[in-house]
């Protein structure tokens, strides 16, 4: 801000941190025993300025209009790095999907986007997943916007591979987060060659950057859902990962039926107000769960066992007390803005691909993601030598990000 001036004549904080729209709805759905349902609905469209508002919908009991809200003002400076033309939002509802009928999801998904269809559009606002809309609730909510608009358009991303989705997009966060635990190592003359791996979560970021880690010769050893974690000093089975998370939707300690050398720990057991998961020794973490998954403890933890790279799949899984510590231990670090942006950028490849009616294959897809990661760190690393913060990839992506955005909404004029 002191840098250029022009930031503050043009009231640009100011502006940033007020949403363009905050849209908050009633969702009314019957259960399968005949009950009315209520949840709370949102979408919070927080910055045009790059392009159409692009973010998930999360469907999680915790959500609330603050966790959107924060997750839509990430999304702006996330968008604004990968360098494509999306500007920032983000949607969801307190519903939890956890023991909900096919049916019930489905009707779910239907009465969400009764009211979601009137406030979005291929070239206003393309909403994709988040935790708890995976391809099926993305099915539901877009047959249900057909139904209600007649037209067959990119409105969602996150779609099935026959109906307009992109290969690839599955497993862009994931790889996307690898890819830039690669970019800080390589910077620093290292790799992930060999490396022991603690990754959290056990759903789509989790399971496609455990994949990724044993593509470029990396071990992780953990992964963890709501109730609990799994160690498997030999490597987490990927099959067996799948097969509980993308089929059965079962909790990780099933696992155990099939690798009994591998522990189940559940959270009960974990020590008071820690994540297990950071207590077991590594030399890279990936925390792909959720937010504030990591604490200053465990932060401490991770260091004192010798860590040395934290490429974040979830959005801000780090507390403040984790990145100070973080920070000032040098350890090559990626925040989730900068880590995680693969998912979106892929979103906007499946934009792409269904406004000009093509289809790339997986290996034009991933070739992309793997430049664009490339190029979010060169930016994010350059921006932070500028600006005199040498390796603070969180300051580098945050004005790199910050920068982009503010000049565009000059640009445009007051609004
Ligand atoms: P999923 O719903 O597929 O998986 C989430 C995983 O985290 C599940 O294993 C879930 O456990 C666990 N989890 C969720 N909430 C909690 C909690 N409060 N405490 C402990 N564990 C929890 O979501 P994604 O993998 O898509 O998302 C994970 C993170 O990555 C989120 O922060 C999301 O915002 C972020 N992200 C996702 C992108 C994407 O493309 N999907 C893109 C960019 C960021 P359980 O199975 O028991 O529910």
Request: aromatic content about 10%; hydrophobic content about 35%.
């Amino acid at each position: 801000m002191d840098k250029y001036p022009k930031y503050r004549k043009n009231g640009i904080i100011e502006r940033i941190v007020e949403p363009e729209r905050q849209i908050m709805f009633r969702i009314a759905w019957v259960d399968d025993h005949g009950q009315v349902q209520v949840n709370k609905g949102y979408r919070i469209q927080f910055n045009s300025a790059l392009g159409p508002y692009k973010g998930g919908i999360r469907f999680h009991p915790s959500v609330y209009g603050g966790i959107i809200k924060f997750l839509g003002f990430e999304q702006i400076f996330k968008n604004s790095l990968t360098g494509l033309p999306i500007g920032g939002g983000k949607g969801g509802s307190d519903f939890d999907p956890k023991g909900k009928s096919d049916n019930e999801i489905m009707r779910f998904c239907q009465a969400f986007m009764s009211e979601l269809y009137r406030h979005i559009g291929p070239t206003t606002d393309v909403p994709a997943g988040d935790i708890g809309v995976g391809a099926r609730e993305i099915g539901y909510m877009y047959g249900q916007y057909k139904r209600l608009t007649g037209s067959f358009d990119g409105v969602l991303t996150g779609k099935k591979i026959p109906w307009g989705g992109s290969l690839g997009r599955t497993q862009a966060t994931g790889y996307g987060a690898v890819y830039f635990a690669q970019n800080m190592l390589e910077g620093r003359g290292d790799s992930l060659e060999g490396k022991i791996c603690a990754v959290s979560g056990a759903g789509n970021v989790a399971i496609y950057t455990i994949e990724k880690l044993y593509l470029l010769g990396a071990k992780p050893v953990t992964c963890s859902d709501s109730r609990g974690m799994i160690y498997h000093e030999k490597g987490i089975d990927v099959a067996t990962l799948k097969q509980l998370k993308e089929i059965e939707s079962a909790s990780l300690s099933k696992y155990t039926h099939q690798h009994p050398d591998a522990k189940y720990i559940s959270v009960a057991d974990y020590p008071a107000g820690r994540n297990h998961v950071w207590s077991v020794p590594c030399q890279a973490a990936f925390p792909s769960a959720t937010q504030n998954e990591l604490n200053g403890d465990d932060a401490e933890t991770l260091l004192n066992n010798g860590c040395i790279c934290i490429s974040e799949g979830a959005n801000m899984p780090s507390t403040p007390e984790a990145v100070e510590k973080i920070l000032k231990a040098k350890i090559a670090y990626g925040p989730g803005k900068a880590a995680n942006a693969g998912g979106v950028a892929t979103s906007q490849l499946e934009m792409a691909q269904n406004s000009s009616m093509q289809q790339w294959t997986f290996e034009e897809v991933d070739g992309k993601l793997f430049n664009i990661m490339r190029n979010i760190y060169t930016n994010a690393s350059e921006t932070a030598k500028e600006f005199g913060q040498p390796d603070n990839l969180v300051f580098g992506a945050n004005i790199a990000g910050f920068r982009k955005v503010a000049d565009a909404m000059i640009d445009q004029g007051v609004m």
